[in-house]
């Protein structure tokens, strides 16, 4: 690869790595006025190097003070220093490369051309790259940007013609981008900045290889900033071949779970699992229920229905429109509980979870951590429980060690009055409606008689003539179990 120029920003002197330790785990997505520290002078953007545009931008939205990960790396960001941040998800690093990109850009002047992106930020998943245009795109209006996101599972039409109409950022993931390049409707090389967010997931997904592709047809001086929970071997190669003399900033690994998080290992029979889970889910609040395959996720969340607790299910075998629509009936509390394999458990920010509940122990600590930072988000509290069953027990007590967690181990069944106290309040089940009548068989007009038609299953496994799912929220629960892809027979770990 030919060697990196120099950015034709004036470079900072070169800088030692420091180290930040936010007070708790705060959001990495659109911002709230609850997720800023409260009690600094308003001016704490405008201090870091922003243009006033973008700082009045973000006070209009009630956003004043930065968080430390941000206080570290938008300097150097600014100053066209390729930077590698290191720290967990949930720590504010959206705006600590979106805010330095947009100022970045609007100074350069180079106007937008068709197909050919001046920023570029790579995200593993759809839901993460809609989650940062949710932040990126109000921000980039103020400084009289275009942005554009691409990511398969939807049709091609709009983001061609997005691309033609030319963009300032794009947030893309891997595949489709490269399948855009690949029919001639991008060109990455007049990309002036590109962002990898949560390289380490990208590693765990396989996605590596495509994204050096996509990297290398970036224009070798270009600044680039990588965002990363860890840097697992794959990740180190894509620092070394691509970063140029990057400055590190590392979240604090003490500050990897929040201290307002409890854990709990509930050590059960595995006939006693799902009342136990209709127990949990049935309490007050919101709830994330991880399984580990998008089978499983898929069966689960349609006996949850089935048994009174409204909920949605969000995995890889979901169209988009039916991830897009699920997820959005958590987040506006239509439903309250979300079924997920661990395509949840990174970039997805939704306020209040009080309850993670892994119902499948995740294989390794890192995406326990992950799954977990779900609840206990911008200094609230939360529960995570993990169930376990006596041949599991053993790895997950190896699993919350390597996680650096103290969590507290009972042995329970189902009632056990541990349930009320970890997962408080009344509990609440919707009653299903009476069950319909069967269709009765039609004669055919050539006076034989046809098969009765076998009556239609509902979104929660039911047939008519058998309990179907409960009416009001639990009824739109059943709803969004459709839009699944079909032809998939085989249970595959979850994406």
Do not use: W
Request: aromatic share 2%.
């Amino acid at each position: 690869m030919a060697a990196r120029r120099p950015s034709s920003t004036t470079s900072r002197p070169s800088t030692p790595s420091r180290v930040a330790s936010p007070p708790g785990a705060q959001s990495s997505g659109a911002a709230s006025k609850a997720e800023q520290p409260a009690g600094k002078a308003q001016s704490g953007f405008a201090q870091l190097g922003l243009p006033t545009a973008l700082v009045a931008a973000l006070s209009g939205q009630g956003i004043t003070s930065p968080f430390p990960v941000q206080q570290l790396t938008i300097p150097d960001a600014l100053a066209g220093r390729d930077v590698l941040g290191k720290g967990q998800t949930g720590s504010g690093k959206t705006y600590a490369f979106v805010l330095p990109m947009l100022a970045r850009l609007a100074a350069s002047g180079r106007p937008r051309r068709p197909g050919r992106p001046r920023g570029l930020i790579l995200a593993p998943t759809r839901e993460l790259a809609d989650q940062i245009d949710a932040s990126l795109a109000p921000l980039a209006k103020a400084m009289s940007l275009r942005t554009l996101v691409v990511y398969g599972g939807v049709g091609h039409g709009r983001q061609i013609k997005g691309l033609r109409d030319g963009v300032d950022v794009l947030v893309a993931c891997p595949g489709r981008l490269a399948d855009h390049i690949d029919a001639g409707h991008a060109d990455l090389r007049d990309v002036e900045i590109t962002v990898i967010d949560e390289a380490d997931h990208m590693s765990d997904l396989g996605f590596l290889p495509g994204v050096r592709r996509l990297l290398e047809q970036t224009p070798a001086g270009g600044q680039r900033l990588l965002f990363s929970a860890t840097l697992d071997a794959g990740v180190d190669v894509l620092v070394r071949r691509f970063l140029h003399q990057p400055v590190r900033h590392t979240v604090d690994a003490a500050q990897q779970v929040a201290p307002a998080m409890d854990h709990h290992v509930l050590h059960l029979e595995a006939q006693d699992r799902f009342s136990v889970l209709v127990d949990l889910t049935s309490a007050p609040g919101r709830s994330v229920v991880f399984t580990r395959t998008k089978y499983g996720a898929k069966a689960l969340a349609r006996k949850l229905v089935a048994a009174g607790v409204p909920a949605v299910e969000l995995h890889g075998n979901l169209g988009q429109t039916a991830r897009t629509r699920n997820l959005g009936a958590f987040s506006d509390g239509t439903v309250n509980t979300l079924v997920a394999t661990d395509i949840a458990a990174r970039g997805i920010h939704v306020d209040d979870v009080a309850l993670v509940i892994h119902a499948d122990p995740p294989l390794e600590h890192k995406a326990y951590l992950h799954r977990s930072g779900r609840t206990a988000r911008a200094g609230a509290a939360g529960t995570v429980i993990t169930l376990a069953t006596d041949d599991q027990l053993g790895q997950v007590r190896d699993l919350t060690r390597k996680a650096g967690v103290k969590s507290t181990t009972t042995r329970i069944k189902a009632g056990h009055p541990l349930l009320a106290e970890i997962a408080p309040g009344d509990r609440s089940l919707a009653a299903p409606p009476p069950p319909a009548a069967a269709t009765p068989a039609a004669p055919s007009s050539r006076g034989r008689r046809r098969r009765p038609a076998r009556p239609a299953a509902d979104s929660a496994g039911t047939r008519a003539g058998q309990p179907s799912a409960p009416s009001g929220a639990a009824a739109f629960s059943a709803r969004t179990h459709g839009g699944s892809r079909r032809g998939r027979r085989r249970p595959a770990a979850g994406s």
